[in-house]
């Protein structure tokens, strides 16, 4: 079974910079598209940002100019940078085939911006 297993996140101040990352536990998972997704307190999950298998990327319009999604395939790792952070961007952010179907959520690692 695929593990996905999201990194990097903390406490910024807002207007810092962060970068995530995301690997899988098992190598027989193939590495179409994939996404990056958040949730918040309260909230339900939220679609952040995607990238196919060429490299072809779209953000959504709440993070469009401030996150960049980015792939090594070699290494089997999916990345989110993330710059001028909002306290809006607090979330856990979780990695996942993008747009579907999903596999199995990993844990996601949590961002917390401070005002």
């Known amino acids: 079974q695929v593990q996905l297993v999201e990194s990097g996140g903390g406490l910024v101040q807002s207007g810092g910079s962060l970068r995530l990352s995301c690997t899988d536990s098992?190598?027989?998972?193939?590495?179409?598209?994939m996404g990056w997704y958040r949730q918040a307190p309260g909230k339900q999950r939220e679609f952040v940002a995607g990238?196919?298998?060429?490299?072809?990327?779209v953000n959504a319009g709440s993070v469009k100019d401030r996150f960049t999604i980015s792939r090594d395939n070699a290494k089997r790792t999916l990345y989110l940078q993330m710059s001028s952070l909002k306290p809006e961007d607090t979330a856990v952010y979780y990695c996942?085939?993008?747009?579907?179907?999903?596999?199995?959520w990993g844990q996601g690692t949590q961002v917390t911006v401070s005002s």
């Open positions: 996942n085939v993008w747009p579907g179907p999903y596999v199995t």
């Open positions: 990238i196919t298998s060429g490299g072809s990327t």
């Open positions: 098992r190598s027989t998972f193939r590495w179409g598209a």
